[in-house]
């Protein structure tokens, strides 16, 4: 069969997002469409410019025998800023306030929609370092680091609060929580991971950071790199932050339950000075 | 602007596959590109019929002042058996037995490509079923409904063993274990769902069906339906299935811990007669 140009794209458009992060030899599109690597050469010039110019990701062409094309998802910055007030907005409504000052978002991690964009924010500013898997702990890091996870190519673990049988065997550390000061147990299945691993930790909300010190601590022991941290929401404290070179989309400056009033403002995302584009 | 119909293809395949099950009006496409909404046709009928020639899904036109086009995730049959294959073969791998006859698959529930191919297999199958909200168990079915879910586009929600302060007020029931015949606890943050809504209800694993079987019971104190169950793996068991219409892509027939072999099979999906196309 030959395909016009019009379905070419189309096809090759819809191919591309669906293997963000890898390498696609020409022939393989010239293959699937019976078409010369010029004409495809072409095809993807146009992908490429559109892919652009409107802030949909990068295609990076790579030359030589071994060479192809390679979609990297990257946001534009003006869509990121619309993702952080829109998020801002839905978590400022006074009836997410939770007893004790919490706020009940759950209901926003389970939306697939904004999880992956958000996720498509962390891949986009982690593109360019290198990851090799996406740390998160259970429950609430999961729907987050498996957004991020699709748009980088890469897998994601899960560390537990509890062994079980079915994670095999597995390291186990303790460490400090945070805020309370309690000691608390995280658990990995040993063939999580393989020793010189780069990794992105992941989860929907820190304070102190004493989960993602845990999980800093628990990379040491599989003899893992930290590439990165990727924070939802961080909450404004007294205490010394444990962990210094994160990401994070929104701040919990102050939550007030007499009043029913959320103060947020952004997170650290631009003020850390990395290029989107 | 004015976008030439290459890039107008490129960007509105990009478009569409971003907002499954999402009706989208002509003028939203005619104002964007500051094009005639006859072009725009013209476009969608290319989109429409590379969506269908290549297994990607349907694009349903929706005609009035009303209207517009709805991008459906619909995979073609070849490539559901494919998937299944695939997974069969990684399944079956000897060095997968833990302990019991458990199988190791957490690295798999953490591969992004590959929920994502099963996660469209649900979401194909379940396109006309008129999902709400999707329900899973914590932790690894996490993965899998956030997969269905991005192709459905409805939210998920996470029944958790233990109640959170995050969560707010829970709704909290007592089930028993299919095979283990002990009581165990599932409990749900109030918020999740509203009375009347449709819910499918997915897991990685299932043998007599107890856990589903909770969560059907949960469904009903929720005063919600329920419109489906997708299972990723089920087991051959002698007690009778406490579930009966479910979907499952793979059949753990047997496990030998002596011998350290894994009999697998296909699982309903195809026997259920349910037309994918």
Redesign the interface.
């Known amino acids: 069969m030959k395909w016009k140009?019009?379905?070419r794209?189309?096809?090759m458009?819809?191919y591309l997002?669906?293997?963000p992060h890898q390498l696609i030899p020409l022939t393989y599109f010239s293959e699937l469409y019976s078409s010369a690597k010029s004409s495809i050469s072409e095809d993807l010039t146009?992908?490429k410019?559109?892919?652009e110019?409107?802030g949909?990701g990068l295609l990076i062409t790579v030359p030589g025998a071994a060479g192809g094309v390679k979609y990297i998802p990257k946001m534009a910055e003006q869509e990121v800023r619309d993702i952080i007030r829109e998020f801002m907005g839905e978590l400022s409504q006074s009836d997410r306030l939770?007893?004790?000052g919490?706020?009940?978002?759950?209901?926003l991690l389970?939306?697939?929609?904004l999880?992956?964009r958000v996720g498509k924010v962390f891949a986009s500013v982690f593109a360019d370092r290198q990851i090799d898997v996406i740390m998160t702990v259970?429950?609430?890091g999961?729907?987050i680091a498996?957004?991020i996870?699709?748009h980088l190519?890469?897998?994601?673990?899960?560390v537990?609060r509890d062994s079980k049988?079915?994670?095999?065997s597995t390291v186990s550390i303790n460490y400090v929580s945070g805020s309370s000061r309690r000691i608390q147990t995280m658990v990995l299945?040993k063939?999580?991971m393989k020793s010189g691993q780069r990794v992105l930790i992941t989860d929907d909300?820190m304070k102190v950071g004493g989960t993602m010190n845990g999980m800093k601590n628990l990379l040491e022991e599989f003899e893992c790199e930290l590439a990165g941290i990727a924070v939802l929401v961080e909450a404004q404290h007294a205490d010394v932050t444990l962990v210094d070179d994160y990401y994070s989309l929104v701040k919990l400056q102050e939550v007030n339950e007499k009043d029913r009033t959320i103060a947020l403002s952004e997170g650290n995302f631009f003020s850390k000075g990395e290029k989107l584009k």
Not at 102 to 107: A, R, V
Not at 165 to 168: I, L
């Open positions: 140009r019009s379905e794209l189309v096809d458009t819809y997002l669906e293997h146009i992908v410019e559109t892919f110019e409107k949909i939770l007893p004790g919490y706020l009940f978002m759950t209901d389970g939306n697939p929609e999880m992956n259970a429950t609430k999961i729907s498996h957004a996870a699709r190519n890469v897998p994601v673990v899960v537990r049988v079915t994670e095999g299945s063939r999580s909300f």
